[in-house]
């Protein structure tokens, strides 16, 4: 699964896979999310206790705080893209900074050491059964 950063979620709509609690600022409770219920848009992210906490305010003066928790929740559009074109991009400065070839030996060096050991096995079986 693709990782998914903070910059990617914040400005998104959250909407909640399973009950999610909903927090004051103070991280206590003052109610709870259901399945399929709007959690609203992130605002901002805060981290306590090893812990990341989505911000939001609806407009209203209503802040609130739910707990990341990567089951929780589904993204609107455009976080998982976001998050998928971020990997492609690591991907190819990846290959840009390594170059073509020691990059693909890299990836793919495995599989080709495993194919070229069956072929070779394979050769040797077939001539020993000859």
């Not at 990341?52 to 990341?68: I, M, P, Q, S, T």
Request: proline residues 2%; without cysteine.
């Amino acid at each position: 699964m693709p990782e998914i950063t903070a910059d990617k979620v914040i400005g998104k709509t959250l909407f909640a896979r399973k009950k999610i609690d909903k927090l004051n600022y103070s991280l206590q409770k003052i109610g709870e999310f259901n399945t399929g219920d709007s959690v609203g848009k992130v605002w901002s992210y805060i981290q306590r206790g090893g812990a990341v906490y989505w911000l939001f305010d609806n407009g209203f003066g209503n802040r609130y705080a739910v707990k990341h928790d990567s089951t929780a929740f589904k993204f609107s559009e455009g976080v998982r893209e976001a998050a998928e074109q971020q990997k492609q991009e690591k991907e190819a400065e990846k290959k840009k900074e390594k170059g073509a070839i020691p990059y693909y030996i890299e990836k793919y060096g495995i599989w080709i050491l495993a194919g070229i050991a069956a072929i070779t096995l394979g050769k040797a079986y077939i001539q020993k059964k000859a």
